[in-house]
């Protein structure tokens, strides 16, 4: 069966999917994906809510955004984007305040009317006890940011709930994700460009593999040798590209890499609007979650019902074996297991490693989408020709 294609994608995530795509349209390759969920799509995957008839991201809210000009080109050949921009809140001793930490944030934690210049001011009298360059964890960089009353307020409490582990052992740069302005704009991403799917992540994922040179097999394991599309039984008689667990696929032997995974609890309630907006953060330790998605407020332009709406509660916890894994937590033990999976991955050379969990990084979309477009030229264009 394997000797009918050219490459076998494992995972059909965006990359394995931006992989299948580019092989089989650009060179005409015949490509099998195979993933071992009941759907395509990878964390990316939404459905219709059959109760609300409200789009749900299963996997937890799925922005997209990118400034990457080839990949919004790339991307818009399978979709239209809607002219959504996220906005995020955060709930802290029972007031409500815009994300990220912002002009309006500031004034209105500090009861001030600043203008940016007396923010700026303020802020940076507050974060004088730490030079941003000297900064080595999550805490340090916080503090030397925005100031030790903003990071109490609304970093610590929320980061320990969502690493269950102390600011202070944490990598500086998860919080470098997060912008601080000194404007009132509350956009969440700078991102030149931004929006979500017109018609729904799934239909464009499907979209990328509707090609007759793709064949996509879904509750597939590569690792299940009961089935033919087994890591065993296709060594060396194919090339593979393997977007699962790298840990998993040389079985743990240089120790497994730590991740996070989450909890989603789904309500649909009896009301039009529960929160007013898609995302809210719970910034305090009493809230048990982390943020509520609300998904009828990524559509707006949408027709939905006005008597009910859904909910998803976020829980965030050290992901075991048996769980999904979504974020890693790369301390420096797991890297250096990750070192140890790279060297193994050399004396693999008819397998190439990519996506999130094969190069266990933290990628958005766009850049899963961009490091498959590269891996393409790079890697797989030059040895199919
Ligand atoms: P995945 O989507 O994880 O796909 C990997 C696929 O491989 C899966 O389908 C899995 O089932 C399959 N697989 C694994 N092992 C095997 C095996 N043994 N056999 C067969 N198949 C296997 N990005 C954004 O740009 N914006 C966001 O707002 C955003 N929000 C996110 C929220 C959460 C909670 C998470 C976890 C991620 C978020 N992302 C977001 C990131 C986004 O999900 C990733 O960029 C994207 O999923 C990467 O695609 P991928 O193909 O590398 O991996
Ligand atoms: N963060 C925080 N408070 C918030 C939002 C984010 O402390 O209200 C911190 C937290 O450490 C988080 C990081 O900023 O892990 C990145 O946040 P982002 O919203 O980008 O994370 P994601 O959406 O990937 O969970």
Redesign the pocket.
């Known amino acids: 069966m394997a000797k009918d294609v050219d490459l076998v994608v494992?995972?059909?995530?965006?990359?394995?999917l931006t992989i299948a795509e580019r092989c089989a349209t650009e060179l005409g390759k015949r490509v099998l994906v195979?993933?071992?969920?009941d759907h395509i799509?990878?964390?990316?995957y939404s459905e219709i809510d059959p109760e609300t008839g409200i789009e749900v991201h299963r996997?937890?809210?799925?922005?997209?955004?990118t400034s990457n000009p080839r990949v919004w080109e790339y991307v818009n050949r399978f979709t239209e984007f809607t002219s959504y921009v996220h906005k995020v809140y955060t709930t802290h001793r029972g007031e409500v305040f815009p994300l990220p930490i912002n002009l309006g944030t500031i004034n209105q934690f500090f009861r001030s009317a600043h203008g940016p210049d007396a923010a700026r001011a303020l802020v940076a009298s507050q974060a004088s006890e730490i030079e941003a360059g000297d900064a080595k964890n999550l805490e340090e960089k916080a503090v030397s940011l925005i100031g030790r009353p903003l990071y109490e307020a609304f970093i610590r409490d929320y980061t320990a709930k969502q690493w269950q582990t102390p600011p202070r052992e944490l990598p500086a740069e998860i919080i470098s994700r997060l912008p601080v302005r000194y404007t009132y704009d509350n956009r969440y991403f700078n991102d030149d460009h931004e929006g979500l799917p017109v018609d729904g992540y799934t239909a464009w994922l499907e979209r990328m593999a509707d090609h007759p040179l793709i064949e996509v097999r879904l509750s597939?394991?590569?690792?299940d040798e009961s089935q033919p599309i087994n890591k065993r039984a296709l060594a060396g008689t194919v090339p593979i590209v393997y977007?699962?667990?790298i840990d998993?696929y040389f079985d743990y032997s240089e120790g497994e890499l730590a991740w996070r995974t989450?909890d989603f609890e789904r309500e649909v309630l009896p009301v039009g609007d529960f929160q007013g907006t898609s995302v809210m953060n719970y910034a305090d330790p009493d809230a048990p979650f982390t943020r509520i998605h609300e998904f009828r407020h990524f559509h707006p332009e949408r027709d939905y019902p006005v008597d009910k709406t859904i909910v998803m509660r976020e829980f965030s916890r050290f992901a075991e074996r048996s769980d999904e894994p979504?974020?890693p937590v790369n301390t420096p033990s797991d890297r250096e297991k990750l070192l140890a999976y790279r060297e193994l991955a050399k004396s693999e050379p008819d397998v190439l490693f990519?996506?999130?969990?094969?190069t266990y990084q933290y990628?958005?979309?766009?850049?899963?989408i961009g490091a498959a477009l590269s891996m393409f030229d790079n890697r797989l264009r030059p040895s199919f020709s």
Do not use: K, Q, W
């Open positions: 494992v995972g059909s995530g965006f990359f394995g195979i993933d071992r969920r799509g990878g964390n990316a996997y937890g809210a799925h922005l997209f955004h597939t394991d590569f690792f977007t699962g667990p998993r989450l979504y974020y990519g996506g999130r969990l094969g990628l958005d979309m766009h850049m899963a």
